[in-house]
């Protein structure tokens, strides 16, 4: 079966610039998670999914980071305006319901 | 909320030794214990996984063991091959299917 699937895989901003990921989840997986990973450290969860609807946002910087899934498939996660301390990979999982499985993220820097 | 402690965080073995990696965890609502290996630019891929009514589980060279009243658990990689190199995380998960993941461990098989 098909992987998770995220795009792009590198994306260098300024400071203060707003940027986008997306991520298309294993056909069928009804649960999808956000995480942070910085560099040197495991995978902090951002915000959970199930189907559309929010299940866990409490770790999401809501006055800069937005996600939405739109028809329970794919998710974007938005932050606006980025700060230095963003750079990271963001990495999004599936599962239904577990074991959750991960894509290749998004390496993002901030300069 | 819950807090996973990893150790060692760097380990370096001899191709054919044995690695064992160590964590810990607070939230005795915990029930689910995943590990996951990490490549360098590649998102984390679950190796071995385990529930609180199991003691212990075995994978061709992979094995996990739970001590649930002591709140550990552990990774034993043997036979190690340069193959294996790469950082590993522990996990745990409660009812809600959230991860929280330790820092990692920075495995190193010298050939």
């Known amino acids: 079966e098909a992987g998770v699937a995220q795009s792009p895989r590198y994306k260098i901003i300024e400071k203060r610039q707003s940027v986008a990921f997306w991520c298309n989840p294993i056909?069928?997986?009804?649960?999808l998670y956000w995480y942070q990973q910085i560099l040197g450290q495991g995978p902090k969860l951002l915000i959970q999914f199930q189907n559309n609807g929010v299940v866990d946002d409490s770790q999401l910087p809501k006055d800069r980071f937005s996600a939405e899934r739109l028809k329970g498939v794919d998710s974007t996660l938005k932050i606006q305006p980025a700060k230095l301390e963003d750079s990271a990979v963001y990495l999004c999982?599936?599962?239904?319901?577990?074991?959750?499985?991960f894509g290749d993220g998004t390496r993002l820097s901030i300069l | 909320g819950e807090n996973v402690e990893q150790h060692p965080s760097t380990l370096s073995v001899q191709e054919g030794d044995s690695a064992v990696i160590k964590c810990t965890y607070s939230d005795s609502a915990s029930n689910y214990f995943p590990w996951y290996k990490q490549e360098l630019g590649k998102g984390p891929q679950l190796i071995i996984d385990i529930r609180s009514n199991v003691g212990e589980k075995k994978d061709q060279r992979i094995a996990v063991t739970l001590n649930k009243t002591a709140k550990h658990f552990s990774l034993h990689i043997t036979e190690t091959q340069p193959e294996d190199s790469a950082v590993y995380f522990c996990?745990?998960?409660?009812?809600?299917?959230?991860?929280?993941f330790g820092k990692g461990t920075l495995l190193t098989v010298n050939p």
């Open positions: 996990a745990t998960g409660g009812s809600n299917y959230k991860l929280t």
């Open positions: 056909s069928g997986h009804a649960t």
């Open positions: 999982a599936s599962s239904y319901p577990e074991p959750q499985h």
